[in-house]
């Protein structure tokens, strides 16, 4: 199983940036997935899952209203759009996923692959 992040960057606070985390060598479908980011010096935080079949979705606390999370069976992908970034939201972001014969569960911890992860940095 590979999972690919894409999109991070530079940006400015209370600008946006949508990641984009490719997956391949799994049937995508059966997969609950997550994104999760970790600050220097600081433990991975969960930052937004959806289930496998998109309909749920559950978010850090930190990001509810401002960060959203989607995915397109079709194109083996999940993304995460975040608009009015802080510099607190400068971490890696990583995409995961977790295997589940359950449609509608969302899991915040007990993901099996992880991706590299991509650098977010938001200027103040």
């Known amino acids: 199983v590979q999972l690919v992040e894409s999109g991070g960057g530079l940006v400015q606070a209370e600008g946006s940036l949508r990641l984009a985390c490719a997956a391949s060598?799994?049937?995508?479908?059966?997969?609950?997935m997550g994104w999760f980011r970790q600050a220097p010096g600081q433990e991975r935080d969960v930052v937004a899952a959806i289930s496998r079949g998109g309909g749920n979705t559950q978010y850090g606390d930190s990001v509810k209203g401002r960060f959203t999370i989607s995915r397109d069976n079709a194109k083996n992908t999940v993304y995460l759009q975040m608009n009015s970034l802080k510099p607190e939201d400068t971490a890696v972001y990583y995409c995961?996923?977790?295997?589940?014969?359950?449609?509608?569960?969302?899991?915040?911890?007990?993901?099996?692959?992880w991706g590299q992860g991509t650098q977010v940095t938001v200027s103040s």
């Open positions: 995961s996923a977790r295997q589940t014969s359950l449609s509608g569960r969302v899991y915040l911890s007990g993901y099996d692959y």
């Open positions: 060598g799994v049937d995508f479908s059966t997969q609950a």
